[in-house]
């Protein structure tokens, strides 16, 4: 079942769940907008901060992702490849087979709401990403963002990394 027919607003206490999770929405670039105000030297920081917030927060999702499929790392993938695009997060490609794999995103709203940049700036993407794949490979795996609109690129590209 798509994450967008699960998402269910409780209108009484003003928030939105998928199960016991709660989601926010939120434009884009308010979020971004904050992230471009900081200082460099804090705005590495806060991206690198958000990267493994997401990373680490995400497990909960996987695990409901994973119990609708289970074994089946492919239904795993497309489940939070389809739950991105549900919650706004641009549309997601994974190509390339372990241990070399990308995923190209188009759309992302991490890269529109910031704008123009010198540097990537999909932070909850890599995390998300870098998630994912430990839990299809069974192993700790990092993520880094390789390219991104924010930089002039076409779409957002990132790269899995062994550890």
Known sequence: ???KSRLRFDTDRGALYDSDRRYLLMRSDVLMSAVRAL????????LTALTESARSYVASSLIAYAAQT??????????????ACDLGWGVWQI????PRQWLRVSHSPFAQGYGASDTEVCAPVTGVFAALMS????????A????????????CEFELLPV
Do not use: K, W
């Not at 200082?39 to 806060?46: A, K």
């Open 95 to 98: 190509h390339g087979n372990p």
């Open 70 to 83: 289970p074994g089946d790392s492919g239904a795993l993938i497309q489940a939070t490849v389809d739950a």
């Open 135 to 142: 839990q299809v490979l069974g192993s700790s795996v990092q």
């Open 144 to 155: 880094r963002e390789v390219g991104c609109v924010a930089t002039g690129h076409e779409y």
């Open 39 to 46: 200082p460099l030297s804090s705005r590495e920081q806060f």
């Open 1 to 3: 079942m798509r994450l």
